[in-house]
């Protein structure tokens, strides 16, 4: 109950005792009551009428790191003789320094700035509402007040930095890259030899060959390089992320997606994402930096959802995954995954898995026993069954011990061209 009501129902219950029982006394102490609401009733605050401004120090970084976000409050109404202002932040921010609550006078016209610190882990964090709340003098009347507002902090992950990751899918795009596209053009790799034309340069004549034909003159031609159509899939399903205790192996996949983003961004490939959990969460291929920025917000947001099998990727749009391009999924891999990658395989994509290693990962997670060192070894057998299956349908598997750094547990396996065989990097 408001300290109004209750001054109110005080009142009129001392006023209504005083007159059925017709005492005066009782009239009259019920005038120190009234007076006392009144007074607040001619002190309380109008409406409120606040401009808000926030700053970050910067809106995108990355887990843990500080961000310090600036709040100015300006009073566009009438004087405020308390006011009580609170930013709102997503519950999953923890603030290191300062506060965004504060109770304070603001008169008319003027301002009031303050800043806090903020870290968190990797994330999308929407600021929509200033909470804002004036009470008068005596605390008897409030007014509340919900500002919306605008503001995106994106905690991207880690983008660990890869030299080169070979990839050699069927099709290419017409633009230079990295990619040998088996077309004979200009290049650095030698592809063949054929007739001399007008215009080659002398530097590309194979004497050799020209000599055993007295006629004509040959030309050496090179492998042209090109970019591709590289499509990302995450896998952020509960059954392949989530193991012992609720612990989740999800957010090394996301590093690794990022960093497979990251490389292959900066080889000029254009490239697509596509995070697989509860829903499908799309984003459309494209080039370059921004790209990347795109690609970098998806991740931010990916999250583990409920799903439990690909249903959905043999059904691929050829918008977001032209066919015959590359396809590289990241995730742990389970059973039911082997009839839809060997469909994508027949479809014509060349795929590749990296798969963060759930065995090792749950191990870490579970007393040393004998029970768990049998079970370990049924598990490890079970994986590496499914990983030579995939192998045999010309799926190139990587596997990644999330104990070591991505960047250099992978560098070697990922820069050497698919030869159809598993390595596991440990």
Do not use: C
């Amino acid at each position: 109950m408001s300290r109004a009501l209750l001054l109110s129902t005080l009142f009129y219950g001392l006023l209504l005792a005083g007159l059925v029982a017709l005492r005066s006394e009782l009239i009259a102490f019920a005038l120190p009551f009234v007076v006392y609401l009144f007074s607040a009733m001619w002190r309380a605050p109008e409406s409120i009428d606040l401009r808000v401004e926030r700053k970050f120090s910067t809106e995108r970084t990355t887990p843990d790191s500080e961000i310090i976000v600036k709040m100015t409050v300006m009073n566009q109404g009438a004087d405020l003789e308390e006011l009580l202002i609170e930013d709102k932040i997503p519950s999953t921010l923890t603030v290191r320094l300062g506060s965004p609550r504060h109770l304070l006078r603001l008169p008319k016209g003027s301002s009031f700035t303050f800043e806090y610190t903020v870290s968190g882990p990797r994330g999308s964090y929407p600021f929509e509402a200033f909470h804002a709340e004036a009470t008068d003098m005596l605390g008897l009347i409030q007014r509340k007040q919900i500002i919306p507002t605008s503001g995106q902090l994106f905690v991207f992950p880690n983008v660990q930095r890869l030299k080169n990751v070979a990839i050699r899918p069927r099709r290419t795009r017409v633009y230079a890259g990295t990619i040998p596209a088996r077309v004979g053009g200009v290049g650095t790799e030698f592809f063949g030899v054929r007739d001399y034309q007008p215009g080659d340069p002398t530097r590309t004549i194979n004497w050799r060959a020209s000599a055993r034909h007295s006629e004509n003159l040959y030309s050496n031609e090179f492998q042209q390089e090109r970019v591709a159509d590289v499509g990302i899939v995450l896998d952020g399903r509960e059954t392949a992320n989530v193991f012992h205790g609720g612990r989740s192996i999800f957010d090394h996949s996301v590093l690794a997606a990022a960093a497979l983003a990251d490389a292959f961004l900066h080889q000029g490939n254009r490239v697509g994402l596509l995070v697989y959990s509860n829903y499908l969460g799309w984003t459309l291929p494209g080039y370059g930096k921004v790209q990347r920025e795109r690609i970098l917000q998806s991740l931010a947001r990916a999250q583990v959802g409920e799903s439990s099998v690909f249903a959905g990727l043999q059904h691929l749009s050829p918008r977001m995954f032209p066919a015959e391009s590359q396809i590289v999924l990241v995730s742990t891999l389970v059973q039911d995954d082997l009839d839809i990658l060997i469909q994508l395989r027949a479809r014509g994509y060349q795929v590749m898995a990296v798969s963060p290693d759930p065995v090792s990962f749950e191990v870490g997670l579970l007393p040393v026993m004998e029970d768990v060192t049998l079970a370990t070894r049924v598990v490890r057998m079970e994986r590496n069954l499914l990983i030579r299956r995939l192998q045999r349908a010309g799926i190139q598997v990587i596997e990644w011990d999330v104990s070591r750094p991505f960047d250099q547990a992978m560098r070697s396996a990922l820069m050497r061209p698919h030869l159809d065989i598993s390595r596991r990097v440990s």
